[in-house]
């Protein structure tokens, strides 16, 4: 909470004036029963009319001071607590995605994404809140017994006693609503899949018949739904009947004890009248402040998940390293070992050195390491052993920029996002429309673009859902190669493409880009057949390396596979 | 429910409409709604009784001859009670409610729920699963806070208001005229700032939306942006988007910053006025100039009762335009729910439809064209014939109507013209759910549910014995890996369940296929993103899945199609070619163009 509260500081000076107008406005308002109280106690007894209508003008006035200063620090309120979400939901995103892959596997994806949208925005409900309530509700709790202590302190008193009644039902009540109301949360997300489920497989259950089934699993859900929707609402029914009734049982009691002091000379009738609309203000803050409670401790655990963010260190280190001859090795592993959880090793032992302008293959089945050693080499992770050397350096003395620049990849379901073609390729980096185009030329792109309306001004949809798979990799194979990299990585990028556009697009890059390195990874014998180097992967190890025809005759589980493969994704 | 046929183009709503249906749901719960409805009154009525006996407790106070005191207590007495009474009723009522809404609501998603499953296939092809799950969930919700919540609202306000104006007739009948003042400016003035205001919290949402849309979009290319990266770049178009959702933000709290303090400006102005007008009438009344019984006569406790009856009046009349506006969006969360309640279901099989019986599997495609539109025809004229136990291969490229001949098939949707007859019977003729049993069905986009992997394939059919599920999971070639998962066939699938893989699970739905033993076979052939391993295992279980079975298959591996009897080449929504693979290389058209395609 402390860290998230730093991003209030810049704005202190103003949060200090919107607090004394605040505390100015609740004041006036705290005067409105006074005031009624003093012109139904003393100024009648004058006879004067006049007397009457201007401590009533009074009131007016101070009616519409409490307004007007409520809506000043309330707008100003409005406008801090904008600018501390600006800044603190900017940085998160920041540091977001600077974080490292093995922190954001720990995170995960979808807890990530809730930090910065549904967390900042409980945090930013809380801050407006304490801003504007925060300071009402004490003020009118304060103000209100310090006032009616004044009158009379022992019908105060009374009226004091019930308060922490108040606090306690509301506050335990809410409290216990939050677990109540996950379980309906849960309860919703079964529902939700039932259906999801039945409108997904609606032809299976339709070819099989399955109405009263999928009836009966629905059934289950949403009886267990409206079981729990049922449970929490009868329980949080409690609060506003015993609020009111606490509030009403006090205003009975102080009608009680003025009788007696009343009696006794030590009140006026006239109090009590004041009293009932200072317990009624008194009561609304208590309430609004166990609220806030209940609110505090939803915000304090957004708050935290938010910091838990920002005090991650960033583990992205350059080390030192001097530069030896890269004559005939341009990307070499020696002894790779990596594990992702330190359980099964991912990588054992993993070494190939290629050429510069050389090409890499590999390939295996899926899990069998290929995309962790894409992985490793665009430095997401570190090895646990073993040394990975780039261009005669050590991996770990690039940093990230110098790394970006040599790189151009297209990984496995690669991103692409609701923006132009264009952009897309361009990918924010500062290329030249030229560069663009001649990039899209080369991944055998460019006539699809222009062969659609808009051509490269055409919106795609987030994660391209409006083109075809293969119009989606040839997109993104654009993108890795418009920057014209020393390394280009495909990562299972081509296996939507037919084969006379793989086929093309591998003689383009051939022919167009003869200094880049290339590392195609794939299921398609036929995409790394033609590379210098293949090596065959199964779980971790490399199994098999050499040319095609060198590995055909070597390694039995790549004969397999292409065996396999004869006649391919036919005419799709 | 009756039949809705009003659905032509009129654009404005049928309130009245909704409203009497939506009063149908609760009318039917007529048990729950009359006491609820006796309660709403009896509890308002004791609320409103309170401020009447602290009154009278005040006057009894102020009594000439000193504290009347057992005026007093029976009046505090009669306070506690009707206090007490009060909220005990209406916790009682807000049971009442719940019980009443949850009721409601469990039926309204079930008829949903119910009326989804007897749509044709064509509904949700047409509508994204998206908007279905809105509307069973966040329609449903809509409603249900309106009726459980809304409703009694209503109630209570108009009883509060027409209550509390009555007892301050009572007290005094000249003090009313304050309220002929500030109740329109308040009513005026909350609408017009409500009309002002919601666009503005509307526009705020759609950003707001936008802002995480677009946070979730570029987190899930995290690495991507990392590899090239662009981590500034794309934050500095976040800021962009989070200045404008917090520019949004800005202006709506901004506006609306000034709703509730005028409003309660309003309400102290109306106090301030009693106190005038209330003090200057107490005086008046004190020294004896309006007698006891006069209109203009009040006493101190009158005027303490008016203040409070004042306040609880304000409070529904402030509260009117946002119950307004609740209303309005529960109409029409209801209307699209009921919307989807009057789709045309699938139509009922014709009258002299038969059963189907010992099947032998012979099917005939004869000169069908169909369009999922009238405007565009996506097959045009399709004729194919397989005998019982023949496979036929559909190839061509994407697009070409190869999903659209198996659609027809199932009858998902029925030919525009033509016919398609099974042993010679056309197939309108047939039961659907019989037709349909007929058919194993093997899809690409594998479907399982979240259950047991036994449950998912017992799904198949449902009297099947256990040793019958696990023939089927062994034919599948899949049993010795569900005997590896922690809990056998016990285990349970999940959405985040990550030990099973796209290529098992395609598995388990041929598993599936094999328990369901039908006569013919409707075949998808994967090939996408399984490891070559796996896919030989699928290739495996396929064929097997295929021998003695009359088949359709979207081919795309080479053995499928050179072993089929028939090859149908699809383009363009017509059959180009069509013959055994040997006939169509010797014809050497499209086909074998493609053919040679992939050894060049």
């Given at each position: 909470?402390?860290?998230i ?5 810049p ?14 406005g ?6 409105l029963?006074?005031?009624?109280t003093?012109?139904l ?70 807890s ?13 409900n ?26 009379d ?12 009644l ?33 409108a ?30 049922r ?5 949080m ?6 609020m ?9 009691a ?27 203000l ?7 402040l ?8 939803k ?27 890269p004559?005939?090795s341009?990307?070499s ?29 590999i390939?295996g ?40 620049c040599?790189i151009?990849?297209?990984l ?8 132009t ?15 663009v ?28 859902t ?5 119009q ?17 990585i495909?990562?299972?990028s081509s ?10 697009l591998?003689?383009?890059i051939?022919e167009?880009?003869?200094?880049t ?7 398609r ?16 190890k490399?199994?098999?390396s ?6 055909m ?12 493969q ?6 799709d | 429910?009756?039949?809705n046929?009003?659905?032509s183009?009129a ?30 009154l009896?509890?308002?009525?004791l ?12 006057d009894a ?67 994204p699963?998206?908007?279905i ?21 209503v ?25 002929v003042f500030t109740?329109p400016?308040?009513i ?5 700032r ?8 509307r ?5 707001y ?23 500034d ?7 962009r ?29 109306s ?8 003090g ?18 009040i ?5 303490a ?12 009349i ?37 059963e ?8 005939e495609?004869?000169?069908?064209s ?18 019982a ?7 061509g ?25 099974i ?10 759910a ?15 549910f979240?259950g047991t992997?036994?449950?998912?394939i017992?799904y198949?059919?449902e ?9 089927a999971?062994?034919?599948?070639k ?7 998962l922690?809990?056998?066939?016990n ?9 099973v ?9 041929i598993?599936?296929a ?16 399984v ?9 495996e ?30 383009k363009d ?6 013959g ?13 163009s ?7």
């Open positions: 909470m402390r860290k509260l730093s991003y209030l500081l704005y202190k000076k103003r949060m200090a004036i919107g607090f004394v107008i605040k505390v100015s609740t004041m006036a308002e705290l005067f029963p006074f005031i009624l003093h012109i106690e003393n100024v009648i007894v004058t006879e004067d009319v006049g007397k009457i209508v201007l401590y009533g003008g009074l009131m007016v006035l101070c009616a519409v001071a409490a307004c007007v200063f409520n809506i000043v620090a309330n707008r100003m309120a409005a406008g801090v607590t904008t600018r501390f979400s600006k800044s603190m939901r900017a940085e998160l995103f920041q540091r977001t995605l600077y974080l490292s892959s093995a922190d954001t596997d720990r995170f995960t994806i979808p990530l994404e809730s930090r910065i949208t549904t967390d900042t925005y409980n945090v930013h809380f801050i407006g809140m304490m801003q504007r309530m925060g300071v009402r509700a004490p003020i009118l709790l304060i103000g209100g017994i310090s006032i009616t202590l004044v009158m302190s022992a019908l105060a008193l009374v009226m004091i006693a019930t308060l922490p108040i606090f306690i039902t509301v506050y335990s009540i809410s409290r216990k609503g939050v677990p109540l109301y996950t379980g309906v949360q849960r309860s919703v997300d079964d529902m939700v899949r039932v259906v999801r489920e039945d997904q497989g609606i032809r299976v259950i339709k070819a099989l018949s399955k109405n009263e089934y999928e009836n009966r699993r629905y059934d289950r859900v949403n009886r267990a739904l409206a079981g729990q929707e449970k929490a609402g009868v329980i029914g409690v609060v506003n009947p015993v009111t009734l606490l509030m009403n049982l006090g205003i009975a102080v009608v009680a004890v003025a009788a007696i002091r009343v009696a006794k000379g030590l009140s006026s009738p006239a109090t009590v009248i004041a009293f009932m609309q200072y317990f009624t008194i009561s609304m803050a208590m309430m609004s166990s609220r806030m409670f209940v609110m505090y401790t915000c304090a655990a957004s708050a935290g998940r938010i910091a838990e963010v920002l005090c991650t260190p960033s583990t992205y280190t350059v080390t030192e390293c001097e530069k030896t001859d004559s005939d341009y990307i592993f020696d002894n790779v070992c990596f594990s992702y959880f330190g359980k099964k090793r991912n990588l054992d032992s993993v070494s190939f050195s290629v050429r510069k302008g050389g090409s890499l293959g390939i089945a899926t899990g069998s390491g290929k995309s962790t050693l894409i992985k490793l080499l665009l430095r997401f992770y570190e090895p646990d052993s073993g040394t990975i050397t780039l261009d005669g350096r050590r991996l770990d003395s690039y940093s990230r920029e110098e790394l970006s040599r151009g990849v297209a496995q379901n690669d991103f692409i996002y609701a923006d073609v264009e952009e897309n390729i361009r990918f924010g980096r500062e290329l030249s429309k030229e560069a185009i001649s990039a899209a030329k080369l991944a055998q792109a460019h006539d699809f673009i222009t062969a659609a309306e808009g051509g490269y001004d055409r919106l795609l949809s987030s994660k391209g409006n083109v075809s798979g293969g989606r990799q040839r997109i993104l194979i654009a993108r890795a190669v418009a920057a014209k990299p020393d390394i280009l495909l990562d299972d296996s939507a493409l037919d084969y006379k556009t793989d086929a093309n591998r003689a383009a051939a167009g880009m003869q200094d390195t290339l590392v195609t990874v794939a299921q014998v036929s995409s790394v057949k033609g590379c210098d180097l293949i090596i065959v992967l199964d779980k971790g490399v199994i098999g050499g040319s095609h025809t060198q590995l005759e070597s390694c039995p589980e790549y004969r397999e596979i292409s065996d396999s004869m006649g391919g994704a036919f005419l | 429910m009756t039949k046929n009003n659905t183009s654009k404005k709503r049928d309130n009245k409409g909704i409203m009497l249906r939506l009063g149908g749901y609760v009318v039917s719960q007529w048990h729950l709604f009359v006491p609820a409805v006796i309660f709403t009896l509890s308002n009525q609320s409103l009784m309170g401020p009447r006996y602290s009154g009278a407790a005040l106070i102020e009594a000439a001859g000193g504290v009347d005191f057992p005026t007093v207590w029976s009046n505090v007495a009669r306070m506690i009670i009707c206090y007490a009474a009060s909220a005990l009723l209406s916790y009682v009522l807000a049971v009442i409610m719940i019980h009443l809404s949850q009721r409601i609501i469990y039926k309204m998603r079930r008829q949903v729920f119910e009326k989804l499953n007897t749509l044709p296939v064509g509904y949700f092809d047409t509508h699963t998206g908007d799950i809105s509307h069973i969930s966040y329609d449903i919700d809509t409603i249900n806070s309106t009726l459980s919540h809304d409703l009694v609202q109630m209570t306000s108009v009883y509060t208001v027409v209550g509390s104006l009555i007892f301050m007739w009572q007290i005094s009948k000249p003090m009313i005229l304050i309220f109740v400016v308040s005026l003035f909350t609408r017009y409500s009309k002002k205001v919601r666009p503005l919290f526009a705020r949402s759609k950003k939306g936008e802002l995480n849309g677009y946070a979730e979009e570029m987190l899930s290319g995290a690495r991507s942006i990392e590899a090239y990266g662009r981590q770049v794309i934050s500095e178009r976040f800021s988007r989070n200045e404008d959702a917090m520019d949004a933000y800005y202006k709506a709290e901004y506006n609306a910053a000034l709703l509730f303090p005028s409003i309660n400006l309003i309400n102290n102005f106090i301030a006025m009693v106190a005038i007008f209330g200057i009438l107490y005086m008046y009344s004190q020294n004896g100039t309006f007698a006891a019984g006069s209109m203009l006569f006493s101190l406790g009158g005027v009762q008016f203040v409070q009856y004042s306040r609880k009046f304000a409070g529904p402030n509260e009117f335009s946002n119950i307004l506006h609740e209303f309005q969006s529960a109409f029409s969360a209801a209307e699209r729910v009921f919307r989807i309640l009057d789709e045309e279901s699938e139509p009922r099989d014709a009258e002299d439809a038969a189907l019986k010992n099947v032998k599997g012979d099917v495609i004869d000169s069908v169909f369009g999922y539109t009238p405007e565009k025809q996506i097959l045009k004229n399709i004729s194919v014939k397989a005998s136990g023949q496979t036929v291969a559909i190839v490229p994407t697009g070409a109507g190869k999903t659209t001949v198996i659609n027809l098939l199932m009858r998902f949707y029925d030919p525009d013209t033509g016919v398609i007859r042993d010679l019977v056309p197939s309108l003729k047939i039961k659907r019989d037709l349909r049993l007929a058919y194993t069905m093997v899809l690409q986009d594998t479907w399982l979240h992997v036994y449950e998912n017992v198949g059919r009297n099947a014995t256990e040793d019958e599920v696990k023939a999971a062994r034919a599948a899949i049993d010795s890996f569900i005997e590896s922690p809990d056998g066939y285990t349970v699938l999940s959405d985040d369940g990550v030990n893989s796209k290529g098992q699970k395609q598995l388990i739905t598993a599936r094999f328990l369901s033993d039908a006569p013919m076979l409707i075949l998808d052939e994967a090939t996408s993103n490891d070559s391993r796996t896919e030989i295992q699928i290739q279980a396929m064929d097997s899945l295929m021998r003695g079975r009359t088949c359709f298959v979207i081919a795309h591996r080479l053995s499928t199609i050179k072993n089929a009897d028939t090859i149908l080449v699809v929504g017509t059959v180009i070619e069509q055994s693979h040997d006939e169509l290389i010797r014809l050497g058209g499209f086909y074998s493609l053919y040679n395609s992939q050894f060049s």
